[in-house]
């Protein structure tokens, strides 16, 4: 399992890469292995701004569906589109091609808040 440590994370298994105050999110590479063959990820939130926590889409396994949640509060400025024709790359590359959104953050003080790597790899262990 990779946790890579350039990255942030959340307790319900989602990375953030912050660039400026652009957010590239995905699920985790713990995620994926849990969910299985990942058949199909919707996303149906661009352009909106929400809230840390709302729900942004759904990621879809063979066996299961599951809520993705914002990672911080602001506008879904892009979608990965790829995945429509090929949601096995957030299998395959959780942390690259498999990335799902884009956010642009508006509460800087939010990214605090998420988990370094060391401390995502606690709450996965348990």
């Known amino acids: 399992m990779k946790i890579p440590q350039d990255l942030k994370y959340t307790k319900d298994h989602e990375w953030v890469k912050i660039e400026g105050d652009v957010a590239t999110v995905g699920i985790t590479d713990f995620a994926q292995g849990e969910l299985g063959d990942i058949v199909y990820v ?13 729900v942004f889409g759904t990621v879809e396994a063979v066996k299961t569906v599951s809520d993705l949640f914002s990672p911080l509060s602001g506008e879904i400025i892009e979608f990965n589109e790829s995945l429509e024709d090929e949601p096995e790359k957030v299998n395959t590359d959780p942390y690259g091609d ?10 800087a003080a939010e990214v605090n808040d998420l988990l370094s790597a060391e401390d995502y790899t606690k709450v996965v262990e348990g």
């Open 42 to 54: 919707e996303v149906e939130t661009v352009d909106e701004t929400l809230d840390r926590e709302e």
């Open 98 to 107: 498999g990335w799902m959104v884009k956010i642009r953050f508006t509460e």
